[in-house]
């Protein structure tokens, strides 16, 4: 049975970090893909970035070049490194997996595991 627990969310100035974690257990993370989706009330929920077991990373184009996904098989811990943040990042944030080699995309219909999320908002 997979679950996935969420911590590090708070508030934060824009321009400032924020690194969430996802601990996942009760799966073979050889062949575990882990993504970090966002919501804000009344959007849709938006796929923030993907990685695989072999450290294989994709990112919305919002957010690349200032998040960075890492995947700590030792751990069992998936984090999700947020500098420059800015107000838009303000959110909902939730981690989701799926068993698969590889990742598919940043599809929330991907992924068939998810946390119970933890709020991110960035004033």
């Known amino acids: 049975h997979v679950q996935l627990v969420e911590s590090g969310g708070g508030s934060v100035q824009a321009g400032g970090s924020l690194r969430l974690s996802c601990a996942v257990s009760?799966?073979?993370?050889?062949?575990?893909?882990v993504a970090w989706f966002r919501q804000v009330p009344g959007a849709e929920r938006e796929g923030v970035a993907t990685?695989?077991?072999?450290?294989?990373?994709n990112y919305a184009e919002s957010v690349k070049g200032r998040f960075t996904i890492i995947m700590n098989n030792a751990q069992n811990t998936v984090w999700l490194q947020m500098n420059s943040l800015k107000p838009g990042d303000t959110a909902m944030y939730t981690c989701?997996?799926?068993?698969?080699?590889?990742?598919?995309?940043?599809?929330?219909?991907?992924?068939?595991?998810w946390g119970q999320g933890t709020q991110v908002t960035v004033s």
């Open positions: 009760g799966y073979s993370h050889i062949v575990m893909c």
């Open positions: 989701s997996g799926r068993y698969s080699s590889s990742c598919p995309g940043l599809g929330a219909a991907y992924f068939g595991y």
């Open positions: 990685v695989d077991s072999t450290g294989n990373a």
